[in-house]
């Protein structure tokens, strides 16, 4: 009998979530860290896993690259929802904006592979700019109630404008570009007085 065996099933389940979750969060480390392909048993062993344990959780690499787009993907709107609840709109967009951009250079390391997931039907673009425009429209909402926001502000637009300044100044070096180009988007939302 295997220590495994032993162990009470509530044990195993847990100890089979945490590995789950500590192979996310380091597969999201390593994709954000390089714009090369990362090998699966380098994140295995940076986790401090067997690959085994990668593969019966992920028997796939793009099983393991959908999981860390959704992963990011809650992230982002458990962000907005926190910082919505503890700052004023206009700050808790641009506080996001920055979430956003690091959501973004995650997919460096990973963008191939998810090119393979979006063109096989799994995840689907509309749906992905959807969900943003989601996101997007709860601090318009906020803000132009507040009267932070013009209340012509779009939600679809202002996302737009979001993915154009990521295709400009998405590279990890560019942050600070980055950061400007989105105060500025910010400053822009501003009612005319």
Do not use: C
Not at 99 to 113: R, S
């Amino acid at each position: 009998m295997s220590p495994t065996d032993s162990e009470p099933p509530r044990a195993r389940v847990a100890e089979a979530r945490r590995n789950r979750q500590n192979l996310i969060a380091v597969a999201t480390k390593a994709f954000s860290l390089s714009s090369k392909r990362v090998s699966l048993e380098e994140i295995a062993k940076q986790a401090g896993v067997g690959i085994g344990t990668l593969y019966r959780h992920f028997p796939t690499r793009e099983a393991l690259v959908e999981a860390v787009y959704h992963d990011q993907e809650d992230h982002l709107r458990t962000g907005a929802l926190e910082l919505l609840a503890t700052h004023p709109p206009t700050e808790a967009l641009r506080l996001w904006m920055d979430l956003f951009v690091d959501w973004a250079v995650t997919k460096h390391g990973m963008i191939d592979t998810l090119r393979v997931i979006i063109s096989s039907g799994r995840l689907e673009f509309a749906q992905m700019r959807a969900e943003l425009v989601v996101v997007v429209r709860m601090f318009l909402d906020a803000g132009i109630m507040e009267g932070e926001i013009r209340p012509d502000a779009d939600a679809e637009t202002i996302a737009a404008t979001l993915a154009g300044i990521l295709t400009v100044a998405g590279e990890t070096e560019q942050r600070d570009q980055a950061a400007r180009m989105l105060s500025l988007l910010v400053d822009g939302l501003r009612p005319i007085v």
